[in-house]
T-cell receptor, first 115, second 110 residues
């Protein structure tokens, strides 16, 4: 069966520091991968998605970037964190579906606090 | 623009009561999912239901795509049902992206 791992689970970082959050998927190949952010008390917002290695689409212009160095690895990064980057970050995967959407499955998330 | 609206925003139930959560969406869809976010933040997949009706234990869901709404039914609610329920929709032609509603906060009291 497929599993998705995110780490770390929680992170406290000072303003201006760099960020690297990692997500890996097991048990499937060539998945679609997604990064979402959830601000406190609000819904989820799609940040990036990827349909293959090195293919990244950005949904929201911001201080963050994403990379997919391997088929089942998705990394969320920042060079300099802002206070507004605080939130709950979730990674998700779905079967690479072509023209048909497939259900997305989420990791347990990383709670990021910026001080 | 593309919209997903959930109602009611908040719901308080007594244990054992039934409830209906609604999701309206603004365009044709080829993906609709219901999630339960527990107090630890985990998003639990409840249903993948772009159309039709499904049941899983005390939960069931119906999507009427032609009328652009979906309903989640919770019967005989339990305190463990508390949390936030999200409807997320993939719109036709939107490259597998999900648009989330703002969620419904459910509190089930013993």
């Amino acid at each position: 069966s497929q599993t998705i791992h995110q780490w770390p689970a929680t992170l406290v970082q000072p303003v201006g520091s760099p960020l690297s959050l990692e997500c890996t998927v097991e048990g499937t190949s060539n998945p679609n991968l997604y990064w979402y952010r959830q601000a406190a008390g609000r819904g989820l917002q799609l940040l990036f998605y990827s349909v293959g290695i090195g293919q990244i689409s950005s949904e929201v212009p911001q201080n963050l970037s994403a990379s997919r160095p391997q088929d089942r690895q998705f990394i969320l990064s920042s060079k300099k964190l802002l206070l507004s980057d605080s939130g709950f970050y979730l990674c998700a995967w779905s079967v690479h579906a072509g023209v048909f959407n497939q259900p997305q499955h989420f990791g347990d998330g990383t709670r990021l606090s910026i001080l | 623009g593309i919209q997903v609206e959930q109602s009611p925003p908040d719901l308080i139930l007594q244990e054992g009561a039934n409830s209906t959560l609604r999701c309206n969406f603004s365009d044709s869809v080829n993906n609709l999912q219901w999630f339960h976010q527990n107090p630890w933040g985990q998003l639990i997949n409840l249903f993948y239901i772009p159309s039709g009706t499904k049941q899983n234990g005390r939960l069931s869901a119906t999507t009427v795509a032609t009328e652009r709404y979906s309903l989640l039914y919770i019967s005989s609610s339990q305190t463990t049902d508390s949390g936030v329920y999200f409807c997320a929709v993939g719109f036709t032609g939107a490259n597998s992206k999900l648009t989330f509603g703002k969620g419904i906060t459910l509190s089930v009291r013993p």
